[in-house]
């Protein structure tokens, strides 16, 4: 087993990345420490390398991974309860939460007092904590999953992030069983969360963005409605009026982060209808909101960041249950290696795949 660890790590906006190879230390108590198959460039990664998003560095980033175990620090099970071997095939959840704190007791480990985010944390030579590198170290707190076989390495990546905070979307929106529901942005969190409402037994999901391009991916999903929008327009698009009978969407999920999207997706909810903000990870203008509208409408809105374990289970579950061309199994357009981490960069920013992913030991 190698010890040797390379690292792209990120100096900040405009410094860009440099490479870092040392000797790995060994592991602490309950740690464990993965190979890094194959690591997907979120969204959030892409915002906070263009300095959209605040982050301290150097650092090292990405978290959605998949990897296989090579050490535990003593005995380790997954989610599960199976012990973890050398060997498995994993993934984990995006953070580390200490299951005792206040918000851990509340069902809400993504707000743990004591969290450790992958791919927005200080490493050390015990090994990174992000997968732009050869090597992860997972920190106790950590809920590990073994990835079924049927998934590939590439199919796979996204799970941690982009397919359990969809899972996590759908399951805060409430009841979605014959539903209408409007998702606001066609980006990879747009399409998961489109097909897993429809695969959670939604009647209909209308997919929105401004950029037509992006619609592409909705066409081909039984059940989904492309809808190419104005950046600022309130009045509710026919598409709509026709599957509601004018009423409007039951459930909006907005993933976008825009302003104007949120305005519009609230205003083209029926009376009672709800929206769950997924998007808004980052500062954007403030939202006109009339509060006596929303009394009147009836109207219920909700934020979600990041998901629970219990999600990410879920979210393996519902990836291996489709067929191998569906679009939230086959995000990742194209890979490439670690030393070619500016190239990934531009090709993810390009928005000509869904996701770009990073193999740092292929």
């Given at each position: 087993m190698s010890r040797t660890c390379t690292?792209?790590?990120?100096?900040?906006?405009?410094?860009?990345?440099?490479?870092?190879?040392?000797q790995l230390?060994?592991?602490?108590?309950?740690?464990?420490?993965?190979?890094?198959?194959?690591?997907?460039?979120?969204?959030?990664?892409l915002h906070t390398i263009a300095g959209r998003r605040t982050c301290s560095g150097p650092t090292v980033l990405g978290h959605e991974i998949v990897g296989r175990v090579i050490e535990n620090g003593g005995a380790?099970?997954?989610?599960?309860?199976?012990?973890?071997?050398?060997?498995?095939?994993v993934t984990w959840t995006i953070a580390a939460s200490c299951g005792s704190c206040f918000y851990c007791q509340k069902s809400l480990p993504q707000k743990c007092e004591h969290?450790?985010?992958?791919g927005h944390a200080d490493s050390d030579s015990r090994g990174p904590l992000g997968g732009l590198a050869t090597?992860?170290?997972?920190?106790?707190?950590?809920?590990?999953?073994?990835?079924?076989?049927?998934?590939?390495?590439?199919?796979?990546?996204?799970?941690?992030c982009c397919t359990a905070?969809?899972?996590?979307?759908?399951?805060?929106?409430?009841?979605?069983?014959?539903?209408?529901?409007?998702?606001?942005?066609?980006?990879?969190?747009?399409?998961?969360?489109?097909?897993?409402?429809?695969?959670?037994?939604?009647?209909?999901?209308?997919?929105?963005?401004?950029d037509a391009s992006r619609l592409k991916t909705a066409s081909a999903l039984p059940g989904c409605t492309p809808l190419h929008i104005d950046a600022s327009g309130l009045e509710m698009p026919e598409s709509i009026r026709q599957l509601t009978d004018g009423r409007g969407v039951d459930i909006a999920v907005d993933v976008s982060g825009a302003t104007s999207a949120i305005e519009s997706a609230l205003a083209w909810l029926r009376v009672g209808g709800?929206?769950?903000?997924?998007?808004?990870?980052?500062?954007?203008?403030?939202?006109a909101l009339d509060p006596e509208t929303v009394v009147r409408r009836m109207l219920s809105i909700s934020g979600l960041?990041?998901?629970?374990?219990?999600?990410?289970?879920?979210?393996l579950a519902f990836l291996a249950e489709l067929p191998a061309d569906a679009p939230s199994r086959s995000l990742a357009g194209r890979s490439y290696p670690l030393s070619e981490i500016d190239q990934a960069v531009a090709a993810a920013d390009s928005n000509e795949h869904l996701r770009v992913v990073i193999t740092p030991n292929a």
């Amino acid at each position: 087993m190698s010890r040797t660890c390379t690292a792209a790590v990120f100096d900040g906006t405009g410094t860009g990345f440099s490479f870092n190879t040392f000797q790995l230390e060994p592991i602490a108590e309950g740690d464990v420490l993965v190979e890094v198959a194959a690591c997907a460039l979120c969204g959030s990664d892409l915002h906070t390398i263009a300095g959209r998003r605040t982050c301290s560095g150097p650092t090292v980033l990405g978290h959605e991974i998949v990897g296989r175990v090579i050490e535990n620090g003593g005995a380790v099970a997954d989610w599960s309860g199976q012990a973890l071997e050398p060997g498995d095939r994993v993934t984990w959840t995006i953070a580390a939460s200490c299951g005792s704190c206040f918000y851990c007791q509340k069902s809400l480990p993504q707000k743990c007092e004591h969290l450790v985010k992958y791919g927005h944390a200080d490493s050390d030579s015990r090994g990174p904590l992000g997968g732009l590198a050869t090597h992860c170290r997972l920190l106790p707190g950590t809920a590990i999953f073994q990835v079924p076989d049927t998934l590939d390495d590439l199919q796979a990546a996204p799970a941690n992030c982009c397919t359990a905070t969809s899972v996590a979307a759908v399951r805060q929106a409430g009841d979605i069983h014959g539903a209408t529901l409007l998702v606001m942005g066609a980006g990879s969190l747009g399409v998961t969360v489109a097909e897993y409402a429809l695969h959670r037994g939604a009647a209909s999901v209308v997919l929105a963005d401004i950029d037509a391009s992006r619609l592409k991916t909705a066409s081909a999903l039984p059940g989904c409605t492309p809808l190419h929008i104005d950046a600022s327009g309130l009045e509710m698009p026919e598409s709509i009026r026709q599957l509601t009978d004018g009423r409007g969407v039951d459930i909006a999920v907005d993933v976008s982060g825009a302003t104007s999207a949120i305005e519009s997706a609230l205003a083209w909810l029926r009376v009672g209808g709800r929206i769950v903000l997924v998007g808004s990870v980052f500062s954007s203008p403030p939202i006109a909101l009339d509060p006596e509208t929303v009394v009147r409408r009836m109207l219920s809105i909700s934020g979600l960041h990041n998901y629970r374990p219990d999600d990410l289970a879920e979210a393996l579950a519902f990836l291996a249950e489709l067929p191998a061309d569906a679009p939230s199994r086959s995000l990742a357009g194209r890979s490439y290696p670690l030393s070619e981490i500016d190239q990934a960069v531009a090709a993810a920013d390009s928005n000509e795949h869904l996701r770009v992913v990073i193999t740092p030991n292929a």
